[in-house]
Every structure is written in structure tokens, then in C-alpha cells.
């Protein structure tokens, strides 16, 4: 599965710099306690038929670091009631990166054709400002295409290709018949409804724009009426473990911080599964597979279930790596639907925040 993703995890968040800080310590609770709290759960069998299918569709975010684009996405899809595509989430989200944030992921990711790397708050945030997101119907948004419904020529590409294909085009690098199959297909494929020969004419007329305003204009030309409104009252998220509360004001010896179970990570997230909510989080990857090294990756998934395996509480994690199992041991691959469990203790260590809307 091209190696794990491997070109894209290692700085998949822009939260990636905190890779080299030391992990947190975490306030845990009993086993016990956490198995009393695990009581199966899946958000999913709460939705729609036609959503229901969504999430139980293996997620491709393909080869570009738009982790965090779909991760909110799946949030926002949740919410509206409806499939969301994830590369107009994540599309408009970069199209918004100038200055010194596009500094700072140049030093992460090195000189990349558009911005890669982000928060989930920060694009559920942005596209909320946008006033609207876009249908799956109009344009989709795995990374990977179903080989059995394309060409062999375009059965492996991706997000990552089709700006890769786009820069070649604008750049007038060669491109023989297969390069032009290809990217035609690929045109074709992510921007609606709209004229190929349009597509091309537009980038090639626009060399003097960054390539991150190319790609979102023409998402957003592409889907065209499918998009759907999303309301300017909806509210994000955001939280850590705050368990180690800090001394009380009157405490006048400043004793030590309180353990509060209240405001433990795992609490928090089985508040919202248990409202049956999805919920997005940030993590190093390093806990559930070998990329990136000893250092790992910052990534960002789902999480849409809980249950005990084992006589362990673990989590269901919808991630946008497609099909693939390359995972450490212990952790649970379910490659029908592109997901992994992960056990409370491992969640709470690679996990610096959960994100959810109300």
C-alpha cells in the first residue's frame, strides 16, 4: 500500500512539530474503571443508511498529507447528515495557508506542489467561514480509485498525482499519450462535471496563482450545485486530558494538582461516543505503526466505536489510509472498512487531542 504511506505520514498534521517534545504523562484511571465505561459502542449504526455507508467505506486520503482534511470531514459529514468529500474540505483549507505557515510546512515537508499539514479544528473552522461544503456525489474523495471501474493506467493514483499532474501541465513539463491518458482521467475525475479541455486551459492561464487557489477554484466550480450549506452556529471542540487540575485559589500552600476522572481524555471522548458523535483526534502514529521511526508521525483519524476486546476497552479508529493492515501487533486491523482498534492505554498515549462538533 505504497509502503505504509510513508511519503506523507511522518508530518501529516502541522502539529507535527511537536514531534520531538517529550510524550505526556497522562492521569489514567483503573482498568477496572475504564472496562465499566466500555460499554460497546458504534455511531454508526445512528445514521442514515446512505452515511452509514460512508463511514463503512475505507477512506484513501492517497498520496498528500490531508489527514486532518479528512478526519474533520468526517465530522462535519456526521453533523450535515450527509457525505462530505474530504479533498474540498482539505482543498479549501490550504487554499488559506500564505505567509509564515506556508514557511513552517516547507521546513516540514520540503518544497511540495501545495501545502500539506494542518489541524482538524482549524479546517472544520475554515470551511465553516466558507459557508458551505461539497457532496460526494459531485466530487469524490478517495485518494485510490476501485481498480475494477478504471483503466489500468490511472488505477493507482491519487490526490497527490492529480497535483503532481497538474504542476506538469502548468510548468509545460513533456507528457507523452499515457501521461496525457492519465491526466485527463484524473481531471475527469476529481473535478465534476467540468470540461477537461476547460480544466487544462484554466491552469495553464493561471501560473501566475498558487497552485493551492488553483485546485480549490476548480473543486469548487466542480461540484457545482451539490453543495451544502453549513450553519455558522456550529460549534468546535477541542480538548486534552485537563485531569491534573491545578491548586485551588484559596489553597494558600499551593498543594498538588487534583486528579478529576471527569476531565480525563478517555472520559471526554466516551461523553461524545456515548452521544454517539464522532470524534476526531490528533496523535503520533508511531504507537500504531513502524513510520516514520522512533520519532513517528503526526496524523490525524476518527474515532466511531468502543468496545471490550480482550478484557480491554479498546477504540475504533477510522483512518484514511485505505485497506491497508501494516500495523504494529496488538493493534486490530479491520480492512473491510479501513479502520484499526487500538486499546484505552495505547489511545491515551499517542493522543494530544480530541476535536468534536456540538
Not at 65 to 83: E, F, R, T, V
Not at 99 to 111: E, M, V
Not at 345 to 350: G, Y
Request: charged letters at 25%; hydrophobic letters at 35%; aromatic letters at 12%.
Amino acid at each position: 500500500m505504497r509502503s505504509m504511506k510513508a511519503a506523507l505520514l511522518f508530518l501529516c498534521t502541522f502539529a507535527s512539530a511537536l514531534v520531538f517534545m517529550p510524550e505526556k504523562g497522562y492521569a489514567t484511571s483503573t482498568e477496572a474503571e475504564e472496562l465499566a465505561a466500555c460499554s460497546s459502542r458504534d455511531v454508526r449504526e445512528n445514521m442514515s443508511p446512505e452515511l452509514k455507508k460512508y463511514f463503512m467505506t475505507p477512506s484513501d486520503q492517497g498520496n498528500i498529507g490531508w489527514c486532518y482534511g479528512y478526519a474533520a470531514n468526517d465530522i462535519l459529514s456526521q453533523k450535515m447528515g450527509a457525505p462530505l468529500s474530504a479533498i474540498y474540505t482539505s482543498s479549501y483549507y490550504t487554499s488559506r495557508i500564505t505567509g509564515a505557515g506556508r514557511f513552517f510546512r516547507s521546513i516540514l515537508h520540503g518544497d511540495t506542489a501545495v501545502a500539506e499539514g494542518g489541524f482538524i479544528a482549524g479546517a472544520l473552522k475554515d470551511i465553516k467561514k466558507n459557508g458551505y461544503a461539497c457532496s460526494t456525489r459531485a466530487l469524490p474523495q478517495n485518494g485510490t480509485f476501485n481498480f475494477e471501474l478504471v483503466p489500468n493506467y490511472v488505477s493507482m493514483a491519487g490526490t497527490g498525482d492529480l497535483v503532481r499532474y497538474m504542476e506538469k501541465l502548468r510548468n509545460n513539463e513533456p507528457c507523452d499519450e499515457m501521461c496525457e491518458r492519465r491526466t485527463d482521467y484524473l481531471f475527469d475525475y476529481f473535478f465534476g462535471k467540468l470540461n477537461v479541455i476547460d480544466v487544462k486551459r484554466y491552469i495553464i492561464n493561471s501560473k501566475s496563482s498558487r497552485l493551492e487557489d488553483v485546485l480549490f477554484k476548480l473543486m469548487d466550480s466542480g461540484c457545482g450545485s451539490s453543495k451544502i450549506a453549513v450553519s455558522g452556529s456550529l460549534k468546535i471542540r477541542t480538548g486534552g486530558d485537563t485531569s491534573k487540575s491545578g491548586p485551588k485559589s484559596n489553597d494558600r500552600y499551593g498543594s498538588e494538582p487534583q486528579f478529576d476522572p471527569e476531565q480525563t481524555l478517555l472520559a471526554k471522548l466516551n461523553r461524545q461516543l456515548n452521544q454517539n458523535k464522532v470524534v476526531g483526534f490528533e496523535y503520533n502514529a508511531k504507537y500504531v505503526t513502524g513510520v516514520g521511526g522512533i520519532f513517528g508521525g503526526w496524523h490525524a483519524s476518527s474515532v466511531v466505536g468502543r468496545k471490550v476486546i480482550n478484557n480491554k476497552c479498546h477504540y475504533l479508529v477510522r483512518n484514511s489510509w485505505g485497506t491497508t493492515c501494516s500495523y504494529k501487533p496488538g493493534i486490530i486491523c479491520d480492512k473491510e472498512t479501513g479502520s484499526y482498534w487500538v486499546d484505552s492505554k495505547t489511545f491515551k498515549r499517542m493522543t494530544s487531542k480530541l476535536v468534536w462538533v456540538d
